[in-house]
């Protein structure tokens, strides 16, 4: 059974950086498409990113474009989400999730295994 654990979360004032990892025990995280989410309070949940297995390929939502980064290192089974020029409005509780069906996608019902989240607080 893959288990995945997020952690880097925590509280940065508007236009810092952040970096989450998602680090996998029980099975290799090469094996899966890894993508990231989030939850702002009230709000639905949304996708930010994601990465394919062999990491060459790697997609954003409109919001993250530009600031975040997804990467990962096989090495570590780890995961990561450089986040940059973050404001308010990255506010959320960031979930990393596993798949390995089909091509990479931005859907979270590709994703079949999920971590418990690292809350992301930017304020000032």
């Known amino acids: 059974q893959l288990q995945l654990v997020e952690s880097g979360g925590g509280l940065v004032r508007p236009g810092g950086s952040l970096r989450l990892s998602c680090t996998a025990s029980?099975?290799?995280?090469?094996?899966?498409?890894i993508a990231w989410f989030r939850q702002a309070p009230g709000k639905e949940r949304e996708a930010v990113s994601c990465?394919?297995?062999?990491?060459?390929?790697?997609n954003y939502a409109d919001s993250a474009r530009g600031r975040f980064t997804i990467s990962r290192d096989h090495a570590k089974n780890t995961v990561y989400l450089d986040m940059n020029s973050l404001t308010p409005a990255d506010t959320a509780v960031y979930f990393c999730?596993?798949?390995?069906?089909?091509?990479?996608?931005?859907?979270?019902?590709?994703?079949?295994?999920w971590g418990q989240g690292t809350q992301v607080t930017v304020s000032s």
């Open positions: 999730a596993a798949g390995s069906r089909g091509v990479l996608s931005l859907r979270s019902e590709r994703y079949d295994y």
């Open positions: 029980g099975k290799r995280l090469s094996l899966y498409h």
């Open positions: 990465i394919n297995t062999n990491g060459r390929e790697t």
